[in-house]
């Protein structure tokens, strides 16, 4: 079985003790690639540093968070743009918008999505989109973006069919994780229109662990775990949906 986290902030403190033990545990469990989405300037040294020493299994992306932003955020913007033309990134994340906790950035939320946007189209990489309770709004700037070659993933997809479809429509693959296997997710019931074509498996660690680890600190072994919920979806064994979303992952980030 080979499955791949596409989203997982494992360089973050929580992880400070056991990081090398946790990424050893999930390559036992299958898991052989892992993408690191940017959070903002504090986690830079941390995420490098540990794309460096496992090279061929964890990716670096690059990005501003939106819960990051606040009235400094260009110098944030220039931090991390700086850094794109220093190394390989695959990818440009985690962006977009966050209406859930604070609008007081909102405007500048809207504008550090829509620059960093441009950032992607330029450099054809894949964005990897935050969306809570946001999703019209972060559709409509897409739209309006006139960037006609994006591409990417909207993490944490917990929406309607209707929501999956106008993502899909958009050119974007739907990020599945922990919350797939909450028994009142919903996601039981959207899953089954959507063609698995568009699906791509994450853990989001140390956030939102599946059952059953629920409330702990969740890590990308654990993605085990959303990935036999999500195969049982689709009424296919896990190897085949492992192979599946990987291949979707490799033909996302281009790897």
């Not at 360089?11 to 903002?40: C, K, M, W």
């Not at 932003?69 to 850094?83: P, R, T, Y």
């Not at 405007?107 to 330029?122: H, K, P, Y």
């Given at each position: 079985?080979?499955?791949?986290?596409t989203?997982?902030?494992?360089y973050?403190?929580?992880?400070?003790?056991?990081?090398n033990?946790?990424?050893?545990?999930?390559?036992?469990?299958?898991?052989?690639?892992?993408?690191l989405?940017?959070?903002?300037?504090?986690?830079?040294g941390?995420?490098?540093?540990?794309?460096?020493?496992y090279?061929?299994?964890?990716?670096?992306?690059?990005?501003?968070?939106?819960?990051?932003?606040?009235?400094?955020?260009?110098?944030?913007?220039?931090?991390?743009e700086?850094?794109?033309?220093?190394?390989?990134?695959?990818?440009?994340?985690?962006?977009?918008i966050?209406?859930?906790w604070d609008?007081?950035?909102?405007d500048?939320?809207?504008?550090?999505?829509?620059?960093?946007?441009?950032?992607?189209?330029?450099?054809?990489?894949?964005?990897i989109i935050?969306?809570?309770?946001?999703?019209?709004?972060?559709?409509?700037i897409?739209?309006?973006?006139?960037?006609t070659?994006?591409?990417g993933?909207?993490?944490?997809?917990?929406?309607?069919?209707?929501?999956?479809?106008?993502?899909?429509?958009?050119?974007?693959?739907?990020?599945?994780?922990?919350?797939?296997?909450?028994?009142?997710?919903?996601?039981?019931?959207?899953?089954?229109?959507?063609?698995?074509?568009?699906?791509?498996?994450?853990?989001?660690?140390?956030?939102l662990?599946?059952?059953?680890?629920?409330?702990?600190?969740?890590?990308?072994?654990?993605?085990?775990?959303?990935a036999?919920?999500?195969?049982?979806i689709?009424?296919?064994?896990i190897?085949?949906?492992?192979?599946?979303?990987?291949?979707n992952?490799?033909?996302?980030?281009?790897i």
């Amino acid at each position: 079985m080979e499955l791949t986290d596409t989203h997982c902030h494992i360089y973050l403190p929580e992880f400070d003790s056991d990081r090398n033990t946790t990424v050893q545990h999930a390559f036992a469990s299958g898991i052989t690639r892992i993408f690191l989405p940017h959070v903002d300037r504090s986690t830079t040294g941390s995420l490098l540093e540990l794309a460096d020493q496992y090279p061929q299994n964890c990716f670096p992306m690059m990005g501003l968070h939106p819960i990051s932003v606040n009235a400094a955020f260009e110098q944030e913007l220039e931090h991390a743009e700086s850094l794109l033309d220093t190394r390989k990134f695959y990818g440009i994340g985690e962006v977009g918008i966050d209406l859930h906790w604070d609008k007081t950035f909102r405007d500048q939320q809207e504008e550090a999505f829509r620059i960093q946007l441009g950032w992607a189209s330029n450099r054809n990489l894949p964005v990897i989109i935050h969306v809570r309770n946001s999703h019209a709004e972060t559709v409509q700037i897409i739209e309006r973006s006139g960037l006609t070659n994006l591409t990417g993933i909207f993490h944490c997809f917990t929406g309607t069919p209707d929501q999956a479809r106008e993502i899909i429509g958009l050119g974007f693959h739907l990020g599945i994780g922990g919350v797939s296997t909450f028994k009142n997710s919903g996601l039981d019931q959207v899953l089954p229109h959507i063609d698995p074509k568009w699906i791509v498996l994450e853990t989001d660690s140390p956030y939102l662990a599946p059952v059953p680890f629920r409330g702990k600190r969740n890590e990308p072994s654990y993605l085990v775990h959303t990935a036999s919920k999500v195969a049982s979806i689709y009424n296919m064994t896990i190897d085949k949906l492992g192979q599946l979303t990987t291949e979707n992952s490799k033909n996302l980030f281009g790897i």
